[in-house]
């Protein structure tokens, strides 16, 4: 294409010369060669030409980021090398009763389906912690499961069962019977020392691809999810790392190859097909929970969450002006649960309505802004210190501001119950 454009150029040229009767000098550059042509009544003299000017040379790279480029890409090679055979694809099989097919147009012919029950296969991540055959996953991989296969780096397919769950943090081990020598544990990372920028790499099976490799950041931390059971996961690490379904239960990893957290959810890009995909917004469960939870899954096939008994917001500008407090910090108890742990200490929960953005909202109850030696300015940050800093039975002391004043309040911690208990 770019030698098509001078001879137009010189036919629409020469049109025009023709048109007016004179027939001025040409220069004609046609990329490789290059003439002059002397244009005359009496003919025509082709002389040599002065080659075009070209553009200077682009500048060289430094040396220096040459070799950062490289190194960044020997880390992730080297890393992926390392820590692959230590991942695994999983391949979870439910039975489904029957299928009942949407309404079609008058006159459209419903398809027929089988009456059921049969088997659905959904795909998920995982990574193996010892040498015993325990593989991590998330639980909303193996729920419901009725038969579970687990493909290893090499290829080689193996049943596997579940050995615990804990849906209030999504989390799951299941076992598999190969000898310890073709296991490879990986290494846990501390994830409560990670810094939003830092690199975090992602080794999954998105969509069933498996052994894939993605690359990003730390995006955000201390964020929170909601977990299947109505109770909310603290200290969620966000990351813009590529991870699509498939990915559930893989690992979060550092530059180092350690594990900094358990991919678990998106916020999904639903196509014209009602399909999941990446938007951007990754989330994972930190180590830190997962290297507390992980441990009495395999021994006791469930953990003990510490709780307190109440239910509560973040102290808004709103609440704060309502109930005169000095500044909108803190998490309000709305509700006492009766006969938890809050109650039998003696905390209040809210005593009047207000409407806040279109909603009523319980006030007047007490304001945490302390646990121990520990600041709440919101509600989440009592969910996170509960689960990094306490255990079921413990006795912590709760900093409440009540009618205008400053007391404190202790209790002991009980354990968790489910929320159909507590309705």
């Given at each position: ?24 000098q ?8 290059a ?10 003299a ?25 190194a ?86 193996v ?30 990372g ?12 992602a ?9 894939t ?90 953990y ?12 808004l ?20 649960i ?38 709440i ?6 969910l ?32 968790r ?7």
């Amino acid at each position: 294409m770019s030698r098509l454009k001078p001879i137009f150029a010189i036919s629409i040229v020469g049109l025009a010369l023709l048109a007016c009767g004179t027939l001025p000098q040409v220069n004609l550059s046609l990329g490789t060669q290059a003439t002059a042509v002397s244009i005359s009544a009496a003919g025509v003299a082709v002389t040599p030409a002065v080659p075009p000017t070209l553009p200077p040379s682009p500048t060289p790279l430094p040396s220096a980021m040459i070799q950062e480029a490289d190194a960044e890409e020997r880390l992730l090679i080297n890393l992926y090398e390392r820590v692959s055979p230590s991942v695994v694809s999983i391949q979870a099989i439910t039975l489904v009763e029957g299928f009942e097919h949407p309404a079609l147009p008058e006159g459209v012919p419903t398809p027929q389906f089988p009456n059921g029950p049969f088997q659905q296969q959904g795909e998920g991540s995982g990574f193996v912690v010892d040498t015993e055959g325990h593989i991590v996953t998330n639980n909303h991989v193996v729920v419901d499961t009725t038969g579970l296969r687990v493909t290893f780096f090499d290829g080689t397919t193996v049943p596997a069962t579940v050995v615990g769950t804990d849906p209030d943090s999504d989390l799951a081990v299941i076992k598999v019977d190969v000898p310890a020598e073709s296991l490879r544990p990986i290494t846990w990372g501390d994830s409560d020392r990670l810094y939003v920028g830092q690199r975090a790499v992602a080794i999954g099976n998105p969509f069933g691809f498996e052994n894939t490799l993605t690359s990003g950041i730390v995006s955000g931390l201390s964020r929170s999810l909601p977990a299947v059971t109505g109770y909310r996961i603290p200290e969620i690490i966000q990351t813009d790392d590529a991870i699509n379904p498939g990915n559930s239960g893989g690992p979060l990893l550092n530059s180092q190859g350690e594990v900094i957290g358990v991919n678990s959810a998106i916020v999904p890009n639903f196509d014209a097909f009602g399909e999941r995909s990446f938007l951007g917004v990754g989330f994972a469960i930190p180590s830190s929970l997962a290297q507390r939870v992980v441990p009495s899954l395999i021994t006791e096939g469930e953990y003990a969450h510490p709780w307190i008994g109440i239910e509560g917001m973040d102290v808004l500008p709103e609440i704060a002006a309502e109930m005169d407090l000095p500044e909108a910090r803190g998490a309000l108890v709305i509700r006492v649960i009766p006969g938890g742990p809050a109650d039998q200490a003696g905390v209040h929960g809210g005593e009047r309505e207000i409407q806040l953005m279109d909603r009523p909202v319980a006030i007047g109850g007490d304001v945490v802004i302390g646990v121990d030696d520990f600041e709440i300015r919101r509600f989440d940050d009592i969910l996170s210190y509960l689960s990094r800093r306490t255990a079921v039975g413990q006795e912590i002391e709760l900093t409440i501001i009540r009618d205008g004043e400053t007391k404190v309040v202790k209790l002991t911690l009980g354990r968790r119950p489910s929320t159909a208990d507590l309705r």
